[in-house]
């Protein structure tokens, strides 16, 4: 700030400061000068060489639109003085037409940012100084391709003079000359197409291209400035939940060329392995070749290794500065360089972008090194990205043939149709279908695509192209680059080795490797790393929040152990009744006219139940398993009574219409089995249970209450299991949970109900055994009235997906799809609350109950096991709220145990 | 509490003190003596002729159980002492064979209690003593019959025989002997009578009928504690709210004799007439006829203004004892006495029940007399009975004939199918259905079915009968003594003028005038009465809330005015939809696939809205109204899926198997206007629109946001109505209201829609006028974020019925008739939280709101406007939470403006 302040104002002026030279900045001023700007003042500063230049600060770009897109005040003169010192430092003069100075141009925003306006290269060309440049490098076909390049990008991004336009002009030109490729074309010839370029953008922008360099410069500034609002940006500032008040940067910077010649080439590359965290450089150049080449991905460049073949003094001074540039930023770096006959530039440096498995690998690494402390090292990972260490991958005892293999740019495994293009992908896989998108190369108009589609293919670009960075951001699997692919995205079809592939053909990826595959493939659950076990060992050593899961089965017992998780939170039961020989005796029981018939059907319930707390009590031996009593309501288990009217009344009209041979046709199996008798007291059975808004009806305890005999059976079947368990040596460990409670007198009457069961349980098997009752806090009355419900409770636990129905009113299935979309877009709330807690609300209720239950008991358990449970910005609520533990599915223990320590670090680096 | 303490211990011997004579108590020690108790100590010691005796405590009761039902240490002894005082005193001893002490023993809780054991008379005969009674009376028939009365009550009350055994063996006396009614048997019969029953009571309840007198008292004693937790008394303090830890206290008093001959006798009388308050002595006697034969209506008793001719002396030392009576206690009195051989004595006096019509008449009479102040007369009448007063009436103008008239024992009117029992009544009036409970005569077992039935009718018993008692409480319709009438409750019939009526025959009663009418009579709105005027005035002086009316017609609202309400709290939009005529255009609206389509369709039901808005406001000149703009789910006003799903079956059914003749038989009215396309497109659509949860669906301002343009149509009509109304010199006051907010932001994106419709309409019309913005709290959340909501908002209603099924997760729908009825049978709720409002809960979120509101605008307007808002008991914790108004249903104002002004004056007497 002090730094800022003192550079606030141009010297002597009092005027704003709008322009800042790179040796005037530093690292640390990225939200003025953006993050690329800053980085650039960095190295320049700490001596790399940088070519000179100047940044446009972010204030520049508010004050902009501030003003309703004008240049505030005093900005271009500012601009121009700036410039004047940039020029003398270089010797050369912006406009010259003997030896001009040409200039690059680029957005930079205080946070990365995909989607803000392309580069722009070579500015300051003209046909007068496009003459000076031939003179000066005697080489006019460079001269003059840079020029051509110049206008079709400078028409494209900043006129607004579609792409396609300039193509068809330099096809015209190629076809004229009877050559092929953009090389072959002579300087006369790009003398040519330039000139068409230009007469295209009158025609089509209705204005004529700026001729001046200044004038051309402030076009690309307010274009940079304009490219903030463009959809694309829109669209990653929602994702990414960026700020639209940062506004960017502009940096114009001194040209240096990767295309003079074969002593010349650009390339990026990282400083450790972006997939896997290796330490070793990582990255690809071309020579000959001018910057955004190597991103665009439309040539497949070289390994970074190669260069120290091909020019092993660049390769030498590079991987000098890289070691300089991680040293000096406690970081992996993300470095894009120029070389211009045999001389090495540095165009940017910023933390590298990693996938999960990287960014722990070098968090651990870097704690190896000393370069960074262990707290550090966590507060490094986001936790939501450990995600993808978590997805499955391809199961290594499958066996079938790739159908080609590519880059292995995301990793990950994927199954999916195939689409062609991103609005499909967008469409359907945002209703749930899997697909696959399947594109030549991606670019950042395909972002809401990728973003719905489960894995990408593109046949073009290299391990740093769009489609690879994008992917590894999301945690996607992707695979690129894989040539052997033949995309039509007209036709829509894929042609690999002659076998065509349409549009909806199932195909799979495996990112961790390449392999694209024919059908789908059987995965497995991933292993953590050795460095992943450190990390997460290092997040529980600084965590005070207990991590615990959400599991009905032992087998997710088994996996959430395996995940670091401590114990069960939310053992639900209803899954259990849900299995196909159970469901029958389940209907029994709930059609039941009797007490006597129910309490029969209870008892052939009462085995299974008995095994399935059998199995999931073993596999957590020791650690607590926290189960819920049945909580959904009864006609759950029921069919639907529409089904039902539709079958009576078919039956019915065709033996009315005299046709009783006509098929049952389109009823349902359920129906099919049954007699029409049986179908119309069924249909009575159900129309009598079925509820206006099931959400708050007979549901929760108040099938307790209303039928005891349920949760009788089910703590009689809990404690027969302990019994089991204790007299074979293992620690059970059972914490019977009340769900939906709303008053003490009624926690009290089911506790009296568990407890009688466990003693009958200990009294009959003759041992002694540990369990607690507890309640789930699901409902606002549970939350205000926790105090007495504190006196019956040995633990509590939130249940905050129903505690966010009704504290909102929001009922999840109507609410997502419907109107939350409207709720989010005119950001009546800023997140979807189902999603991430909403504090002010549900959250609130949850501190008046902690505060309340603690007053009465201190230091009482208490949980949370909504699905906010696993997500990282709720964890740091729960962990200010005084939480005892968190309680999430098993795939994102490790992402609630690293979120749970962020928590407890007061906050995550960003 | 100091009276108490002095007298709580026996002199001296440092026990509790068990049994008081008359003389020691006062009407003061209410919850020690009971009612009864109290009031003849009271009564005794102002010198009124009361038989002496002596009263056991509630305290005794309460021991008595406590010890297992054995009676506490030291009471015998007590019992003993205090009788031989009695003894003393009246020169008689308790079981002496020449001239026994007689008497009555009565239980006395602290309130009244119907449903308590009934009285035993001539307690202390046997087969001796009765002989001493001859001896002493000289009227053997008189002394035998009394032991016969006797030995039947003792019998049945105390040992459990049944009533029908008694009256067999009496039946068979009289036909051995050759006679027909009780009168006629011999004293020698009536000795043989004495003999069978006892005989009978051996055999029945196996054990001897006790011989000694102080055995038989110390059995009643324990008979009278039993009947505290009789289940007729259960029924009656779980209606009225009254604890169980209360217990009833023993009378025991000296017998005076009605029926020692002509110049003896028995009646009760009012000190004013119990229906409408005039200033009267009021009640019924019988001569020759002991206590309980007034009460029970068996024989139909004379008024008490006869007395006056029959027995001068005794009427004028009566009305001298009533005025005595009513200037000490300072309320109307509802007296026992019995006339022996010309002798007055007083047995019991009270507070007599009264119709709300007297309760009111007596009320502003007695300040009028100067006997009480307003605020007390404020404080004497219960709120919730004003609903009497409220209850429609037989119109007037209305010709019919009565099959017969009958005492007009319960003003009111009523209509419904006749039932002849209370069981049956219980089950179908709980269950909606209107029945009219038809009886000879009704007793305490019958309270179930008469507070389910819309009315009472008899065939036999007075103005004071149980029936009659009874309805007068509830403010139920009942007709007394209708002798005209012939009731077979075994055949269920009921024959007058011989017609013979049948159950499910609808009848009407006009409890006013006592007329009994074949089938469904015209009823009409009641009239306010002058001193039901004055007495709301008087309340309206001492509240401090204000009292609206929720309203959506202007009928409702001119009602709501006439009864005082001060403006509309709620004027719901949503049934202006549901016309006839309108009803087609809504649907046109919801399913319109285009935003012009569905603003067509709103135009068209812009100018019905307008004409609805336009006469509320004028109806309400000058006071608020407050607006609540659309709230239900669309699909509220759309066909039911199923039908249209069995309506497509049907029609493709019969078309596919060749009978396209067959007729669209059982189709509704709905879908036989359709085509089957236009079937099939209709069903697409309701099913897109049904939702899992409509009650937390899109409703309420989530309709406002996601189709604004529907609040847009109603804000204009609104406005363009106010208009209107302000150029037609009206003072149009509307403030509409935004339903279901959770965020200021929604409020504020709602609130600038209609403050823009607001100006729009205000420069359309070229005029002023006032109007406002508010919100409807009816989620926790709004009730969390009240302080944000509070900036955006002119004025905040609660819309209880919402927070309630959101607090607690009660669907209403769902709640009640399943498991709220578990809830209140297992006391986890004490009330149906949608009648009382839920403090702990709702009120919670209720304070918490106007507490974090008025933080941010100190006295911001506050209202409830659920149904709670007419509720007397959620009114007083309105008051205490600091509400401006409450709003309610029009017929409930009066009982608003009173329960206000009760809780402005800290409560209500009890």
Redesign the interface.
Known sequence: MGENDRNDKDKGSGEKKYVYLFEEGQAGMRLLLGGKGANLAEMTNIGLPVPTGLTLTTETCKAYFLAGKTFPGGMEEQLWAKLALVEKKIGKTFGDPKDPLLVSVRSGAPVSMPGLMDTILNLGLNDETVEGLIAATGNPRFALDSYRRFIQLFGDVVMGVEHHYFETALSAQKKAQGVREDKDLSADSLRAVSQAYKQLIHQQAGEEFPRTPKRQLLRAIEAVFASWYNPRADVYRQINKISEDLGTAVNVQCMVFGNMGDDSGTGVAFTRDPSTGKKALYGEYLMNAQGEDVVAGIRTPQPISKLAAEAPEVYGQFKEICGILEKHYRDMQDIEFTIQNQRLYMLQTRNGKRAAAAAVQVAVDMVGEGLITKKEAIGRVAPADLEQLLHRRVDPAAKFDALAVGLPASPGAASGKIVFNADDAHDRGGEGEKVILVRPETTPDDIHGIVKAEGILTSRGGMTSHAAVVARGMGKCCVCGCDALQIDTANKTVTVNNLVLRENDLISLDGSTGRVILGEIPLVDPEMSEAFRTFLQWADELRTMGVYTNADTPADAVKARELGAEGIGLCRTEHMFMEQERLPVMRQMILADSLERREAALDQLLPFQENDFYGILKAMDGLSVTIRLLDPPLHEFLPD??QL??AI??RK??AE?G?PE?AKTAETKETEALTLPELEALLIKVRALR????????R?C?LG??YPEIYRMQAKAIFQATVRLVKEGFNPKPEVEIP?V??S??LS?MKRLVTEEAERAAAAGGVKFHYTTGAML????AC??AGELAAEADFMTFGTN?LT???????R???EG??MV??LE????RENPFAVL?E???G??MEIAVSRARAVKPGLTFGICGEHGGDPDSIHFCHRAGLTFVSCSPFRVPIARLAAAQAALGGRDE
Chains 1, 2 share one sequence.
């Open positions: 009574s529409e009217a539709l009344q078919r009209l065709i219409l046709r006509a509820e206006a808004n099931p959400m708050l009806g007979t929760g108040r209450v209303r939906l709303i008053d007198q009624e009457i699901e409902l606002p009355r205000l009235k129903d129905q009704t504290t909102l009113g929001f009922s299935d109507d609410a419907k109107f409207d709720y005119q950001k009546i709330l909403d002010e609300g549900v609130a209720l």
